[in-house]
């Protein structure tokens, strides 16, 4: 698998993140979340109240608030977030008039350009995570098409997902497709848990839940519960890229050679990401020609 080449890497956006801010800045400490740990080392909530729906077999029915099945986050006064909880709205057009002073002040032509339309170069498939989207390549508005949700999952029953694969791939012919996990994934967490969440997210979550019982063995080795949640992370991205070159678009642009696609780690911890090796899936690929350039059909009688 290749490695990235974009031809702009715009980094004076990412420069100018360091001026200060003219706002006052109002801190206020979030309260410490009260968690324990299950046998496995996963941090786990408190019991809450039962459920009478039907659960998976690794799933108990007590419901759980689903913000206690992830490690509590720094206080907001440990980080120069530029917005916070208690903004008003006037703070937010304000830090956009100052963003979209700083791009033109880089190329005027940027903005004027996405006027006239849209012409991305990569698709970014990723988690609704606020520490991690495609910012963290140093693009402008206009490069890249995006599409987010919790745990980076690809599912042919989301026509969400789906249907942005189409347009970006048969409309607006993106030539790269990254799909990109993170480190510490709440969602992931969650799944790691045998608590149920509630509502639509045990739905959602589904597809992590199926990767982690499938890789079960290999997760029981590992003792660290960070490092569990890293481990099943990258499994969940595999298994979404391996989703991905399933989908019809997918399968003809890579039949033409006309998409790349990439499968990338962001550490939370760092901002770096690394390169994730997808392995073959020889049976898929078999089945549905992958790879096979030769479209005259067998003969017929």
């Known amino acids: 698998m290749g490695g990235l080449s974009f031809e702009r890497q715009s980094t004076s956006i990412l420069k100018n993140l360091d001026n200060p801010i003219e706002q006052e800045e109002i801190r206020t400490p979030e309260p410490e979340m009260e968690v324990k740990e299950t046998v496995e080392g996963v941090p786990m909530a408190l019991s809450g109240s039962t459920s009478s729906t039907k659960s998976n077999p690794d799933i108990n029915n007590t419901v759980v ?43 005027p032509a940027i903005i004027e350009s ?17 520490r991690i989207s495609e910012a963290c390549l140093g693009v402008m508005p206009g490069e890249v098409f995006t599409h987010r949700n919790i745990c980076n999952i690809v ?73 569990k949640c890293a481990t099943l992370a990258r499994l969940n991205l595999i298994n979404s890229v391996q989703q991905l070159k399933r989908h019809p678009s997918c399968l003809a642009a890579l039949k033409n050679q006309d998409v790349e696609i990439y499968g990338l780690m962001y550490d939370v911890g760092t901002g770096l990401l690394s390169e994730v090796e997808i392995p073959c899936d020889d049976e898929f690929d078999d089945v549905f020609h992958v790879g096979d350039h030769d479209d005259t059909e067998a003969g017929g009688h």
């Open 65 to 107: 608030n689903p913000e206690s099945l992830v490690p509590p986050p720094p206080p907001v006064d440990s980080v120069p977030f530029k917005l916070n909880k208690q903004s008003v709205l006037s703070d937010f057009l304000k830090q956009n008039r100052l963003a979209t002073e700083r791009i033109n002040e880089y190329s």
């Open 155 to 227: 599912n042919s029953n989301d026509f969400s997902v789906t249907g942005a694969i189409q347009f970006a791939v048969d409309v607006i012919k993106v030539k790269k497709i990254i799909v990109c996990g993170h480190t510490d994934c709440g969602g992931v967490w969650a799944a790691l848990s045998s608590k149920r969440i509630g509502g639509v997210l045990d739905l959602w979550l589904n597809p992590v839940r199926h990767v982690r019982a499938q890789n079960r063995k290999e997760l029981s080795l590992i003792k660290d519960p960070k490092e």
């Open 114 to 130: 996405n006027g006239t339309g849209q012409q991305p170069h990569t698709l970014w498939i990723g988690c609704s995570d606020s």
